[in-house]
């Protein structure tokens, strides 16, 4: 199963995940 | 100077005859290996794969005894890693068949939620790929993209709207960015979801499709994965504008269940046509707030 997100968000949103790393629920993923 | 130009024509003549069988080689061999690939994506599609799911989750919706719950379960742990220290229940026992098992709850406090960052993992699982959307495309994983407009779906208004104009008409500023985030869970991780942030559900859409595997390995492979499976896609609104939170169902995986919408019914419907959805407007938008438990997938 997948979760897809998809959001609008200022150009300064910075992602703080990387390409295949894995995450838990209520991890941090990005921010304005 | 004669004898050079011929040495030079000849050795030429050589490179030609050895170039042309080269180059029609190799692309009878990629041409080859591209109908090979559709092949195999055509005969996997072709697969009962629903009709399969719908059977297994009626096979785990069935009472184990008991003294069979800790050995099925516990190779199911073993088989897929699943850490049974962090379920609210441990004792195999309790759970009454796999399904059950599967949409195990965790315990309180395992997961803090971030309080620093706007936005936090929905999910267990693994990040496919994230970033920016571009040109009304998304990435399924890098390199191989899916159109917005095909897995958001569109309205009979949008319809002629080309992809790039879609993705620019969802923006509430159009200074803003469109961004996305795929988070792939694997078959021994939580499959409860919550909410990545604060934000009203306004709108669900919902996508009778096909169980196909969301494995990376079979999203690398077939392009427009997840327009192709069953999916429900909430669309609202939250701080900066638009936001949308899909679930996609695959391969014995089809059944999703979204604790606001008790109407939601998914993997019901055999046969659909392609690109059909339902559609299920929230006449009072729902307040979510952020690691709020949102969601289950389900065995079926």
């Given at each position: 199963s997948t979760i897809v997100l998809v959001f609008e968000a200022p150009l300064?949103?910075?992602?703080k995940i990387t390409n295949n790393q894995k995450v838990k629920y209520g991890e941090p993923m990005g921010t304005v | 100077v004669k004898t050079k130009t011929e040495a030079v024509r000849k050795s030429r003549r050589r490179y030609v005859w050895f170039i042309i069988p080269l180059g029609f080689g190799s692309g009878l061999y990629f041409y080859n290996k591209v109908a090979d690939v559709e092949r195999k994506v055509t005969l996997y599609r072709k697969m009962p794969l629903k009709a399969i799911s719908r059977l297994w989750g009626k096979v785990n919706q069935m009472d184990l005894p008991v003294f069979l719950r800790k050995p099925l379960i516990g190779l199911y742990i073993w088989m897929f890693?699943?850490?049974?220290?962090?379920?609210?229940?441990?004792?195999?026992?309790?759970?009454?068949n796999l399904g059950e098992f599967f949409r195990r709850e965790l315990k309180p406090n395992v997961r803090p939620i971030d309080l620093d960052h706007q936005v936090t993992s929905p999910?267990?699982?693994?990040?496919l790929h994230y970033g920016e959307v571009t040109s009304g495309y998304l990435e399924q994983v890098k390199g191989v993209t899916y159109s917005l407009k095909g897995f958001l779906g569109t309205t009979p208004e949008m319809a002629a709207v080309d992809d790039d104009n879609f993705q620019r008409n969802?923006?509430?500023?159009?200074?803003n960015a469109l961004y996305h985030c795929v988070i792939y869970l694997a078959p021994?991780?939580?499959?409860r979801f919550h909410s990545p942030t604060d934000w009203l559900i306004k709108h669900r859409r919902h996508f009778p499709g096909e169980l196909l595997s969301v494995n990376p390995g079979v999203a690398r492979w077939i392009e427009g994965l997840f327009n192709f499976n069953e999916r429900v896609v909430y669309t609202g609104e939250w701080e900066h504008g638009f936001f949308s939170m899909t679930a996609v169902g695959a391969t014995n995986v089809g059944s999703i269940k979204i604790y606001c919408d008790e109407a939601l019914s998914t993997n019901m419907v055999k046969k659909h046509p392609a690109g059909s959805f339902l559609d299920e407007e929230f006449k009072i938008a729902v307040p979510i707030m952020k690691g709020q438990m949102l969601g289950e997938f389900n065995l079926g």
């Open positions: 300064n949103f910075d992602f | 890693g699943c850490k049974i220290d962090e379920a609210e229940i441990e004792d195999l026992q309790h759970y009454k999910a267990d699982g693994k990040v969802l923006l509430r500023n159009p200074e021994g991780d939580y499959h």
